[in-house]
């Protein structure tokens, strides 16, 4: 699995793998997702043989379904269970409250997803959280300490808040529990200021104490590009953005990249992803996929390009937004100079300046579920016609 020239190279191979080998669990399929694999209860119960975990008396734990184990155990220890919301939407944490008297089966149940909605209470930016062990999910993992999660950011936006609310300090232990498999080689170059590094990395068969120098996230780093995004994700983040402006702290967003840079979805249309909405036969072909784009004016800068090569989303859900695609889009870092939209025949055309950039995109979408519907994902034939 090492050996590859970028991080999204490194997700790929981790999730191939793992469901080539059979080592994949549920939810399926792993990709897109932090993986859940064969042996992750053995591999979170090693997590007691950790004096940091026995010392903690507040622990953090990611949501994902491989990290099930270390929450029970963390319940099973009576210790404080805080677990993030999904994808922070409603806050930073849950705190788990388990109900009187509870048994070991309602301590399984209080572990799991269902668990963290039912017997949880949230925390906010004044919970007075003091974290002792961080727990996070990792797609890949390597012994210097190195991590890569699934691409979208959470787990290094989550710690870098928590240091921003003082929950965590800088010798606080981080734990990442992954498959053997999962524990590959990993250039440092491929690593960023804002890249949360592991202390201590948990398989089926090892516990590997990384000795990670490396300094974590002291804190939001406001000008990255992500930050424009995460806004408009996050909502807790706006209110932290705003307390530390407050105590003289350099918050400004950068525009890196200009399609970041605004929050507001109209203008990141217009931006970004101009939507053509006109009917089918506006197309001018019965064979949408047969259509041409290259005389269409999309961006100023774009005229006298050369051809604009299409990618074709099929088997959409019916209920699926445009935005619902473009956030997905943005997630996996494809954003298209041009998004048509064909809800209606459930289907939609993506843009892309070159033939290569097509290409990622359909490696990158290609085999992703939404709503219950793994996309149909190909070239346009009338680009491959012309290859």
């Keep these: 699995l090492a050996g590859a020239a970028s ?63 270390a929450r029970l155990e963390a319940l099973q220890a009576r210790k404080t269970l805080l677990v993030p919301t999904p994808r922070l939407r409603t806050g930073l944490f849950n705190r788990i409250v388990p109900p009187p008297g509870a048994t070991k089966e309602i301590l399984r149940v209080c572990a799991t997803s269902q668990g963290v909605k039912n ?31 699934k691409g979208e950011g959470y787990a290094d936006m989550e710690y870098a808040m928590m240091v921003s609310m003082g929950a965590v300090q800088e010798d606080t232990p981080v734990v990442t529990i992954v498959h053997d498999c999962q ?13 949360l590094t592991v202390d201590y ?19 939001i780093i406001w000008h990255k590009a992500n930050c424009h995004e995460m806004l408009g994700k996050i909502p807790i983040l706006k209110t932290l953005r ?13 525009d890196e990249h200009p399609h970041l840079a605004n929050t507001n979805p109209a203008a990141l249309n217009k931006k970004e992803m101009v939507e053509n909405t006109q009917p089918e036969a506006a197309m001018g072909s ?6 041409h784009v290259e005389g269409e004016s999309l961006n100023p800068r774009l005229e006298g390009s050369g051809t604009i ?9 019916p209920s699926l937004r445009v935005r619902d695609l473009k956030c997905a889009l943005r997630e996996f870092h494809v954003i298209p100079l041009r998004l048509s939209w064909q809800g209606a025949q459930h289907r939609a055309f993506l843009d892309y300046r070159d033939k290569g950039t097509a290409e990622r995109a359909v490696s990158s979408l290609r085999g992703l579920s939404l709503e219950g519907n793994t996309l149909q994902v190909e070239l346009a034939k009338s ?4 290859g």
């Excluded at 307390?243 to 950068?254: A, C, N």
């Design 7 to 69: 991080k999204q190279e490194l997700r790929e191979r981790v999730w191939e793998h793992l469901e080539a080998s059979g080592l994949a669990r549920f939810p399926r399929p792993v990709r897109g997702r932090i993986p859940n694999f064969q042996g992750s209860l053995q591999a979170c119960s090693s997590i007691r043989e950790l004096g940091e975990f026995s010392r903690a008396r507040e622990v953090k734990v990611d949501p994902d379904k491989p990290l099930e184990g």
């Design 119 to 149: 017997y949880s209470e949230p925390v906010g930016l004044d919970g007075k959280a003091r974290v002792d062990l961080v727990v996070v999910g990792s797609v890949a993992v390597s012994e210097k300490g190195w991590r890569i999660g």
């Design 183 to 195: 524990v590959v080689d990993i250039a440092e170059e491929l690593l960023g200021d804002h890249d």
């Design 201 to 219: 990395i948990l398989t089926p068969t090892r516990i590997i104490k990384t000795n990670c120098k490396r300094p974590k996230p002291q804190g």
């Design 242 to 254: 705003s307390r530390e402006k407050q105590s003289g702290k350099d918050v400004t967003l950068q």
């Design 286 to 291: 019965a064979q949408t996929g047969q259509r």
């Design 309 to 317: 090569t299409t990618v074709f989303v099929g088997n959409l859900p």
């Design 383 to 386: 680009q491959r016609n012309k």
